[in-house]
């Protein structure tokens, strides 16, 4: 299992970028990818997660409306598309997976419920 986070970078206050989180050794058509970012003296936090069955995502209150989570089967990856960014976006993002814990509200608060992480990808936004 092996999950490759990459996108991010240095953005201006209400900029986009779109992080891109490539998974092998296991298919998106059956666990579920959750993103969640860890800003510099902070807990990581949950920011998003989507489904395998039916693609549904769930976000935590600060970013909803401005992030879109979405997968790519064919490439079996999974996009962040972060929009609208404010400085306090900034943290360093990751891409994780259960073979257990389902994307739901719930999972989404724990970190440690979920077994498999990539490497990191860093979000700066600043003006």
């Known amino acids: 299992v092996q999950l490759q986070a990459s996108g991010g970078g240095l953005v201006q206050p209400g900029g986009s970028l779109r992080l891109s989180c490539a998974a092998s050794?296991?298919?998106?058509?059956?666990?579920?990818i959750s993103w969640f970012r860890q800003a510099p003296g902070k807990e990581r936090e949950g920011v998003s997660c989507?489904?395998?069955?039916?693609?549904?995502?769930y976000y935590t209150d600060s970013v909803k409306g401005r992030f879109t989570v979405s997968r790519d089967r064919a490439k079996n990856t999974v996009y962040l598309q972060m929009n609208s960014l404010k400085p306090e976006d900034t943290a360093v993002y990751y891409c994780?997976?259960?073979?257990?814990?389902?994307?739901?509200?719930?999972?989404?608060?724990?970190?440690?419920?979920?077994?498999?992480w990539g490497k990191g990808t860093p979000v700066t936004v600043s003006g």
């Open positions: 994780a997976t259960d073979f257990e814990a389902p994307c739901s509200s719930s999972t989404l608060q724990y970190y440690y419920q979920w077994d498999y």
């Open positions: 050794g296991f298919s998106l058509d059956y666990y579920p």
């Open positions: 989507i489904s395998s069955n039916d693609g549904s995502a």
